[in-house]
């Protein structure tokens, strides 16, 4: 079955280090997004990626950086610099961004707290 | 500005009543419309869409409908059930370009 994989479903940091969260899709999408979710809130977005080798900063994006070496992979780190870390982490894909639209798919999220 | 916002942030109904639950959008260009139902400690799953050249489409329980005169959407579920409990949120497509979500809506059924 295709689909989209977010690993660990729990993440949990210590203050000061990096850590990077994994999202992976069989889907043969091109487009792929982070976004971070608040208790109670909407999703904000981090970063996203339309090709391979090629991303583009969200709305949020201080204290976070990705790659995209390969169309199936987007993985997402929270460095230091992010002072607030502790929320739901979720990746989505998309076949593309053309004319008309098209949905996203999301993973099941990441949970990431500072300890 | 590019905004989608939801006119209510809960909504509670019976078992077995009908919900409604509502969005606003304000970019006109909009033309691809989606409601997502996240449940607890979940991603997001896609209900229903629609497009920008039609007004009411209808799914299993659910419909939407979308008026672009006063730029509404909005989220139908018949005989709501417990199953439907969650936050239910609406996103607009503006032209090609990355989806803005709207804040979310929690909705509580009561046995």
Redesign the interface.
Known sequence: DGGIT?SPKYLFRKEGQNVTLSCEQNLNHDAM?WYRQDPG???R?IY?SQIVNDFQKGDIAEGYSVSREKKESFPLTVTSAQKNPTA?Y?C?SSRD?????????????T?LTVV | GESVGLHLPTLSVQEGDNSIINCAYSNSAS??F?W?KQES??????II?I?SNMDKRQGQRVTVLLNKTVKHLSLQIAATQPGDSAVY?C?E?L?????I????TELSVKP
């Open positions: 977010q997004y809130q909407g999703l977005l996203y739901f979720l989505a961004r053309g004319p008309g639209g098209y949905g996203y798919t999301f993973g099941s999220g949970r | 033309d691809y989606i997502y400690g979940k991603g997001p799953q896609f869409d497009r949120f996103a497509n032209q090609g370009g990355k989806l979500f709207g804040q979310g």
